[in-house]
């Protein structure tokens, strides 16, 4: 026997094509886009489409496959008539092997009359063999961007080569269901849209609420552990009340940390942002977490030569997001198992695509856990505020991590599957920069107190109160002021006199009074050199993350303990 080509189909019938077989033609493609306009069920009518395929040809089965391009390999879509057994072997089959492979590699339909005798199986040869697949045609369909998707192959249990009308029906198919896999991609994006802005529409209700709850809360907070700090300082070394105070203290702070977490996805907090190495935060975050337990962690770095993930982020927020996703984790695992990170660049989000902003790349990280899995109808809540499954949480870890990310031009996604543990993916927009080391400001805050005359600017009274007895405590006097336009005038007042104020500490929201944004403007205006700082229990709040752009020195989150107020002073005091 000669040689054939690549090519060569030596048994096609070129019967031309008769109208009454046009008809069925016809009648296939009516039948399957005419119904779609109205049936979103895509997969149901791509097994409908195979089955008229397999009976305008009988002895034969058709099969769908799509095109995995980074893989290089094609999987099985749609193949209602094929055995599961034979849809696993053709799994992952090569680019270059077989009809559907040579269809991709060369971009044509292939027609193959003899599957035991044509170059083009030889190595897919066992699997016709065992299957009985004595001849194979497909033909690959395309993208809306002209990209190959996928491959239409009908599949034959005896040699023949292929009809005109054949060819021509395979055609047909292979166009419909580029049809109805290009719309079945567009409602999973659409579905997927819905779902992120549902749950962003959720956050951003809820986090209106949190953000006020939050700042009162922390003024509070503040007049609690001022108090608190206040009480332990005259009470005797070794008392029984000092262990009372030490726990209230140490509960304080928790609902500190508590509301921080409120306030990170409330409506207005602002991330402070720095360029940074991704791995270096995610690994600090992951070690610190697992530190003393028995879970192992392990790392795929970067290959060698491939560039740092640099992100312009705030590292103690993405950090949370690691700690929280790592906490989930361990506590799944019970202190045991296992956690890999792997990182690395891509150019699009899957089934986000390029996003609505100007990003060329994107920082990736996976973090996979060997746990017990999450069930199908908890995943999809898994992003929701106050929703949790443990009987001490109190669902905002992962609520707030989802915030954190999205105002960071992010996305963050979960997948988990019961017994195979659970993979959360992180994506962060890249930058072609590098972080610059800077050396920060070192304060030594056992230097010896200066005094000075300090003024406090809030409408509480309370917080009045044990701000003068902790700045009393720490050798100052105090001036009060109730809103802006009464710390303005009475720094004018005292601006050219014996008793000048030194530092003014300003609240930066004054319900129904000038708040500290607008009031600093006013003491400047008197005196340019003038030391502020801005106090608030909004954090997050942009002002405090840029303090200096509004002609503050400093900034002072609330609540703060009297060890923060000294060291902040004596940086007002000694610069």
């Given amino acids: 026997m000669t040689e054939r080509s690549l090519f060569q189909d030596t048994e096609n019938d070129f019967t031309p094509i008769v109208q009454s077989e046009f008809d069925e033609l016809l009648e296939l493609q009516n039948s399957i886009l005419g119904v779609s306009v109205s049936n979103n069920n895509s997969k149901e009518l791509l097994v409908k ?106 599949s034959s249990f005896e040699v023949r080569g292929a009809t005109n009308f054949q060819r021509k029906l395979l055609d047909t198919c292979a166009s419909i269901a580029s049809v109805l896999l290009q719309k079945e991609k567009y409602l999973e994006q659409k579905a ?144 045991e198992g296992a956690i890999s990170v792997t990182f690395s660049h891509v150019d699009t989000v899957p089934g986000i695509g390029a996003a609505s ?31 949790t499954t443990k009987s001490d949480g109190n669902g905002l870890g992962m609520a707030s991590s989802f915030s954190i990310v999205k105002k960071h031009d992010g996305y963050l996604f979960a997948e988990s599957e019961e017994g195979n543990g659970t993979c959360f993916t992180l994506y962060l927009p890249a930058s072609d920069s590098m972080p610059v080391e800077t050396p920060g400001n ?35 006097q105090t001036v009060h002021a109730l809103d802006g336009i009464e710390a303005i005038e009475k720094y004018r007042e005292r601006a050219d006199g014996s008793e000048p104020i030194d530092v003014v500490i300003m609240d930066l929201t004054i319900p129904g009074g000038m708040g500290g944004e607008e009031a600093v403007q006013g003491v400047l205006s008197i005196d340019n050199d003038a030391k502020v700082i801005v106090c608030s229990g909004y954090s997050n709040d942009s002002v405090m993350a840029r303090f200096s752009d509004y002609g503050f020195k400093g900034a002072l989150s609330k609540p703060y303990n009297i060890d923060e107020l000294d060291s902040m002073l004596n940086q007002m005091m000694t610069s």
């Fill in 192 to 335: 997927l849209w819905e779902k992120e802005t549902l749950r962003a529409e959720k956050l951003e209700s809820i986090g209106v609420l949190a953000g006020g709850i939050a700042h009162d809360f922390n003024n509070l907070l503040g007049i609690v552990i001022g108090n608190l700090e206040m009480t332990n300082r005259v009470l005797n070394p070794g008392s029984k009340a000092t262990t009372y105070i030490t726990a209230a203290s140490k509960a304080s702070k928790r609902a500190a940390e508590l509301t921080q977490q409120l306030l990170t996805f409330s409506k207005g907090g602002d991330p402070v942002k720095k360029l940074s190495d991704i791995a270096e935060v995610v690994r600090e975050s992951a070690e610190f977490v697992l530190h003393g337990t028995g879970v192992a962690l392990t790392f795929d770095c970067l290959s060698e030569g491939e560039k740092v993930l640099v992100a312009d982020i705030d590292n103690g927020q993405i950090g949370q997001v690691i700690q929280n996703i790592i906490i989930n984790a361990r506590q799944a695992m019970n202190d």
């Fill in 357 to 387: 902003i100007n990003v060329e790349q994107y920082c990736k990280v996976k973090i996979h856990d060997t746990g017990p899995g999450i069930s199908a109808d908890i995943i999809d809540k898994i992003f929701d505020p106050y929703f």
């Fill in 442 to 476: 070192v304060v030594n805050i056992h230097q010896s107190k200066v005094k000075g005359r300090i003024m406090i600017m809030d409408d509480q009274e309370m917080l009045h109160e044990v701000a003068e007895a902790m700045l009393e405590e720490l050798g100052y």
């Fill in 49 to 154: 489409l195979c089955l008229m395929a397999e009976q305008l040809t009988p002895e034969s089965v058709a099969s769908i496959m799509l095109y995995e391009k980074h893989e290089g390999r094609l999987f099985v879509h749609t193949a209602p008539s094929i055995p599961q057994e034979a849809i696993d072997a053709l799994n992952g089959l090569q680019v270059g092997c077989g009809s559907c492979g040579n269809a991709v590699y060369h971009d044509e339909a292939m027609y193959v009359s003899n599957t035991l005798e044509d170059n083009r199986w030889c190595e897919t040869r066992t699997f016709a063999e065992t299957f009985k697949i004595s001849a194979c045609w497909s033909i690959p369909f395309y993208n809306e961007a002209d990209e190959i998707f996928g491959t239409f192959a009908l």
